[in-house]
């Protein structure tokens, strides 16, 4: 049952929603932890077994002295090579001694030893993962330490030093020395600090006051507009969302964190937030952690000004703290901060105006859906949809259908797919990003992404997706399909590919590149949006809501679907009807259900008789 506050605050939602929308990217366009062109350029060759862009992009950022965009690509490019070692192996062992090389091949012994220790805490870690940990962390010193004489202005291996010296336990002296390593290199080398900060909490080897004195002297000292400011705010998100604010064996106090201190960091973090564009991956990481710390604080038009500027860049951390799809809890929090937004909204005042800056980016995926039927069944079928759509025919057997509105093209696809024999897919591009995804029955059954860079998926969950696309649409080898969804580069190449190999029709010419493709296409018309009364009341009238019956008196052969719907309606409407007249004489007068149910009935059984006489 609905709380009084709900409804009296729901017409604020449903009158603001849009207006405290504006300036987000739609959810469909959200992406987690996508890397930058040059990195996913490096990952697709990567992916294929060329290591040489890799190798290019690593050795510029050595030559040019860029070290945070050096830690980031290392960090990435090793996280890679967990799964995909091959382009690694053949790095190595064509240039042994090349610097870069190394320094993956260090950072990479690091990911495969918390691969196998898990992000769990200590003591739901089995033994024998400590000590599979162990041993690898062991091996990885030499490694460690040939990355570092290969190059000795490089502060990037001193952070892998720093984060090996934690998984190790190793002493406050060894962590002290390699930290006076690291800052002699780069004083300001926000990879470092952040290591330094996880080594110096309270989960590890520090305490939460140390903690926040590490990054806020780090703070103090660092430049404006450098990610350092936001070491105060990691400190925060470590002290009130992973430790959960003060400690239980902690009754003196003595560890927590003033709350002034906690606000001091995140106001910190939204003055460093400015200096950054909307959009700008760089800040994504800081400004995931921020908005978070706004929402727990009840900054509620803060924390959507934030949601605008992280765009489509939602990351990892903080969201992977709250357990379950991170991608999920970004999306669900953002949601919840414009529904918060809206109800503080006067009904007749309007939200803060959003000014779209000039050369803002076209965040909208673009959707294309593939129907295996007729346009006059598709038609049929999406008469109850809530959203426009624009159908054209793709030779006899197939439709083409894509928004021509708001809404999601997935969830009308969804619907007008229930009931009915023949799938469709929704094909979809967001940037350089290409997916598809199998509805049948009103369920999504399967679905895949290329994209760049990522990795590449196990061949169980390819072959298993595989499979759902060539029973729906009765191909008899799965293989090739697999090996389509398995291959990483060229997504927009993968796509046609895979378009081709299920039989359906060619992609329109322009998919991707606007959102209109439809438009001009001969036989192409357009469904007007329709209440559920309307989709319902044209369902009973025409074959497609558009089309009229043949003139009276001509024999009519309705189809199976048509007196399907007519049983089913009587049987909702019926039963209702003699209730509602039972009510009528036994409790007290229902006009307006009874007005409803009666002529709703009486209009049904009306069709119904009429159609009986008309069959030919």
């Given at each position: 049952m609905p709380s009084l506050r709900t409804l009296l605050t729901l017409p604020r939602v449903l009158r603001h929603g849009t207006?405290?929308?504006?300036?987000?990217?739609?959810?469909?366009?959200?992406?987690?932890?996508v890397p930058d062109v040059a990195l996913r350029t490096a990952l697709a060759a990567a992916g294929t077994g060329d290591h040489a862009p890799a190798r290019e992009l690593l050795s510029a950022t050595r030559l040019g002295c860029q070290w945070e965009q050096r830690d980031v690509y290392v960090s990435e490019l090793a996280q890679f090579a967990l799964h995909n070692p091959g382009w690694l192996d053949a790095w190595l062992a064509a240039a042994p001694e090349d610097p870069d090389a190394a320094l993956v091949r260090a950072d990479l012994r690091i990911h495969q030893a918390w691969e196998i220790r898990s992000g769990a805490r200590a003591a739901e870690v089995s033994p024998e993962q400590f000590k599979a940990f162990f041993a690898l962390?062991?091996?990885?010193?030499?490694?460690?330490?040939?990355?570092?004489?290969?190059?000795?202005?490089d502060p990037v291996p001193w952070r892998i030093a720093l984060t090996h010296a934690r998984g190790m336990q190793s002493s406050r002296e060894i962590f002290d020395a390699y930290w006076t390593e690291a800052v002699e290199r780069a004083p300001h080398h926000y990879g470092c600090h952040a290591s330094a900060l996880q080594y110096l909490c309270a989960k590890w080897y520090g305490t939460h006051r140390e903690m926040f004195d590490f990054a806020e002297q780090a703070a103090e000292e660092a430049l404006p507009g450098s990610k350092i400011n936001a070491l105060p705010l990691l400190a925060a998100v470590e002290y009130e969302i992973v430790a959960g604010?003060?400690?239980?064996?902690?009754?003196?106090?003595?560890?927590?964190i003033p709350p002034h201190r906690v606000a001091?960091?995140?106001?910190?973090?939204l003055e460093l937030s400015g200096w950054y564009d909307p959009g700008d991956p760089e800040a994504a990481g800081f400004r995931n952690h921020l908005v978070l710390m706004l929402v727990r604080a009840g900054r509620w038009e803060e924390a959507l000004r934030v949601f605008r500027a992280i765009g489509v860049h939602a990351t990892s951390f903080p969201w992977a703290h709250l357990g379950g799809d991170p991608r999920r809890h970004f999306l669900d929090v953002r949601t919840g901060v414009r529904v918060q937004v809206a109800t503080?909204?006067?009904?007749?005042?309007?939200?803060?105006?959003?000014?779209?800056?000039?050369?803002?980016?076209?965040w909208a995926p673009r959707s294309l859906a593939v129907a295996s039927a007729p346009l006059?069944?598709?038609?049929?079928a999406a008469l109850l949809c809530r959203t426009g759509l624009r159908l054209a025919p793709a030779g006899a057997a197939f439709t083409h259908v894509e928004l021509t509105g708001e809404g999601s093209l997935a969830g009308a696809v969804d619907l007008f797919t229930t009931g009915e024999k023949?799938?469709?897919v929704v094909l979809q591009r967001?940037?350089?990003?290409?997916?598809?995804?199998?509805?049948?029955?009103?369920?999504?059954?399967?679905?895949?992404?290329?994209?760049?860079?990522?990795?590449?998926?196990?061949?169980?969950?390819?072959?298993?997706?595989?499979?759902?696309?060539?029973?729906?649409?009765g191909v008899a080898d799965a293989r090739p399909l697999t090996a389509l969804l398995r291959a990483m580069d060229a997504p927009g190449r993968r796509l046609a590919d895979t378009v081709a190999a299920l039989g359906l029709p060619a992609l329109p010419e322009g998919f991707g590149e606007r959102s209109a493709t439809l438009d001009g296409v001969p036989g192409a018309r357009v469904l007007a949006p329709r209440g559920f009364l309307s989709g319902v009341r044209d369902t009973l009238t025409t074959e497609d809501g558009a089309m009229p019956l043949p003139p009276r008196g001509t024999p009519v052969r309705f189809p199976a679907r048509w007196w399907a719907m007519r049983a089913l309606y009587l049987l909702l409407l019926a039963p209702a009807a003699c209730f509602s007249w039972w009510g009528a004489f036994h409790d007290r007068l229902r006009p307006v259900p009874l007005a409803l149910t009666t002529l709703g009935s009486g209009y049904v059984l009306t069709q119904v008789v009429a159609a009986l006489r008309r069959r030919g």
């Open positions: 207006a405290v929308g504006a300036g987000l990217p739609p959810d469909e366009a959200v992406v987690l932890d962390l062991k091996d990885a010193v030499p490694v460690i330490g040939a990355a570092a004489e290969l190059n000795p202005a604010g003060p400690a239980a064996d902690d009754p003196s106090g003595a560890d927590s001091a960091a995140v106001d910190r973090a503080r909204t006067p009904f007749f005042g309007a939200p803060p105006a959003v000014p779209v800056p000039a050369g803002a980016p076209d006059t069944a598709v038609a049929q023949w799938p469709a967001s940037g350089d990003r290409y997916g598809i995804t199998l509805y049948a029955k009103g369920r999504k059954l399967a679905g895949h992404e290329w994209a760049p860079g990522a990795p590449v998926p196990s061949l169980e969950t390819a072959g298993a997706t595989a499979a759902a696309l060539a029973a729906a649409y």
